[in-house]
């Protein structure tokens, strides 16, 4: 068993205390490219602009804006294939309390690792992920940042078909510091599922901002119903 699946088994509730526990409207697995590209200023800002953007009053809103008010977020970060590690446990943001406990927590992750970029194999890892999670979501979403093209691992499009066909919505921000071409990339053969999108940030600096807008519309159309069949929708 990977070492960061004991992890999450030990943040996890026991089956008893989840019994009564409400739905949300969302699930979303953010996923962060950590890979040799992003330095230490570059991961810091990624870091602390996904806390300022959970704990902006524009997600705050439209978290609980769902059928449920509630949305459930994990945040994972991925490089090399064995190296896709959740550093913030699932977490359900019903208010905006919650949302600052959140961004609270994410402020202070320090980086889990480095090497190539297994874009395909951090997919896999969110899917299992959402097995984890303490409660029942009506769409499963996952978010992935980076500044690169997947250098490692299986194709990229055959793992988002799969994905897409279990009923997972993927999105994509590309940070264009390093590849100009990566929106392309991501557009092609990343994003797939009801609803899904690119939001591009030029530079690390527009990242926050970026990220806000990327989570607040990933939350508001939560109320967007799984997909009935299988196939890649965008």
Known sequence: MKYWLIGLLLWLPSPAALADEPPVDTALVIAVDVSLSVDAGRYALQRDGTAAAIASPDFVRAAGSGPNGAVAIMVMEFSDPDRQIPVVPWTRVASAADAQALADRIRHVQRSSDGL???????????????????????????????????????????????????????????????PWLETYYTLYLIG??????????????????MRRKLVTEVTVSQIPPPKRNGRTS
């Open 193 to 210: 599922g009801p609803g899904a999108f690119v939001i591009v940030a030029q530079d690390q600096d527009s990242f926050a901002d970026a």
């Open 117 to 179: 970029t297994g874009i395909a194999n951090a997919l896999l890892t969110a899917e299992q992920l959402f097995d984890e999670a303490p409660w029942v979501a009506t769409r499963r979403v996952i978010d992935v940042s980076g500044d690169g093209m997947s250098n490692i691992g299986p194709p990229i499009d055959e793992v988002r078909d799969k994905l897409v066909a279990d009923g997972i919505t993927i999105n994509g921000l590309p940070i264009l510091t390093e590849e």
